[in-house]
């Protein structure tokens, strides 16, 4: 009998995420480096005025899903380079494990840098 | 010894990095193809590093001092300037991608006719290929005015 893989996404699903995620992040972004041109760039990159966009709470979420969905789209695409190399089960079950923890990792660290940012003092 | 047809199809992409890595071989779509993913290798390598930089911020002033300091300098905002450009192709040839992975700027299809251009590759796909890389070097030359600027 045939052995058939178990799919959670297909292909065309992650796809559709990765250019989702892509669009999204173009703004966010775009928002996320204007906010380093409103004064002297220099200046905004003091560290009173950086603590200071963290304590602002629509910030450390703008912040927060830059994170989410850049490391989403990047590990998937990182995905899809790594299997261009090499079609074999054990390999793309490997590479899918490996940018998921990769993916989990850094947004874990992330966010522990947004969460104990916008607890700092001034 | 005379290769069979199996063995050709048992193949899967052998020249690996090589290959990928070659775009001599090829036309405007291979280049665009292989300058998307080295941008977004890169792109993906330097969102680690600014993770792990801004970490510095926990760790009080003193910390990211001596972290920008490492970054504001003349190489480190020729990096940044890079940073820029590579970003700007990426999000640029990569809405084209979006389309063209939808069907639109594809034309019809058409009789293979010598030389055999692809018809894919179309006055469109060109000049989008062309707007991405004007528009990273439009970006490049503003960033370059922010950052060795001196504001």
Do not use: C
Not at chain 1, 25 to 54: C, D, G, K, T, W
Not at chain 2, 72 to 89: A, E, K, M, R
Request: glycine letters at 8%.
């Amino acid at each position: 009998m045939m052995k058939t893989r178990k799919i959670i996404l297909h292909e065309s699903q992650i796809m559709k995420i990765h250019y989702i995620t892509a669009i999204a992040a173009l703004f966010v972004v775009a928002v996320h480096i204007l906010m380093r041109l409103i004064m002297p760039y220099s200046m905004s990159l003091q560290y009173e005025n950086v603590v200071v966009n963290y304590h602002n709470i629509p910030y450390a979420l703008l912040l927060e899903s830059i994170l989410v969905l850049i490391a989403i789209h990047g590990f998937n695409g990182l995905r899809v380079i790594l299997l261009e190399f090499r079609q074999n089960e054990i390999w793309e079950n490997g590479i899918t494990i490996f940018t998921i923890a990769a993916m989990i990792a850094i947004i874990a660290y992330g966010t522990r840098t947004i969460i104990m940012a916008n607890q700092l003092g001034l | 010894m005379e290769r069979s047809k199996e063995s050709d199809y048992d193949r899967n992409n052998r020249e690996g990095l090589k290959g990928w890595l070659n775009p001599s071989r090829y036309g405007w779509e291979r280049i665009s193809y292989w300058l998307q993913r080295l941008t977004g290798v890169f792109l993906l390598i330097y969102f680690i590093g600014h993770v792990y930089e801004t970490s510095s911020l926990t760790r009080g002033p003193d910390a990211w001092s001596a972290m920008l300091e490492l970054t504001q300098t003349p190489w480190g905002h020729l990096f940044l300037i890079l940073v820029i450009g590579t970003s700007t192709f990426h999000s640029a040839n990569g809405i084209r991608l979006i389309f063209t992975h939808a069907g639109k700027g594809l034309g019809k299809p058409g009789r293979p006719d010598y030389p055999y251009d692809a018809m894919s590759l179309n006055y469109r796909q060109k000049s989008g290929i062309w707007v991405a890389l004007i528009l990273a070097a439009v970006a490049m030359l503003y960033g370059s005015s922010v950052l060795l600027g001196g504001e």
